[in-house]
């Protein structure tokens, strides 16, 4: 009786990769900039067809200003499809370009990403490294303002 023998080399690394992947799943984060009402909410939830983040009803929504963000929203999920398992992370960053002087609002993002990379070289460092949070921004999805 013969016994399945996987190769063996540098050939044979984006097989064992895959496995690894297709086993653990795999993380994505996106960071969402732009001005407040421009539609990263309905783009985000369009772009993973479920719904990430809730809209405000729309008796609300046009009854009262477009509310803005004042802070870093973080929002987590964890798709599946296909016994394939991705864990999302969407950065909702404050407003970036509602004020009337946008000299500094870029400080925040700037803040968050850097803060993102001491926590996961401190993670690194630490003893027990089991169960690791990382939130480093893998993509930036900058929203602009249509101006006819």
């Known amino acids: 009786m013969s016994v399945a023998v996987e190769p063996v080399g540098i050939t044979n690394l984006p097989n064992q990769r895959y ?15 732009g001005e407040s009402g421009l539609g990263k909410t309905t783009f985000i939830n369009t772009l993973f067809q479920t719904q990430l983040k809730a809209h405000i009803t729309d008796s609300q929504r046009f009854q009262k200003p477009t509310a ?6 973080i929002i987590r999920a964890e798709l599946e499809e296909k016994t394939f398992v991705l864990n999302l992370n969407i950065i909702d960053t404050p407003g970036f370009g509602d004020n009337i002087n946008n000299r500094n609002t870029w400080q925040t993002i700037v803040d968050f990403i850097d803060e993102q990379h001491q926590s996961c070289l401190k993670q690194e460092t630490q003893p027990n490294r089991a169960n690791k949070h990382d939130l480093r921004v893998h993509a930036v999805l900058y929203f602009i303002r249509p101006t006819g």
């Open 19 to 33: 496995k690894i992947v297709s086993n653990q799943g795999a993380t994505l984060n996106i960071m969402l900039a």
């Open 68 to 73: 803005k963000t004042v802070q870093i929203d």
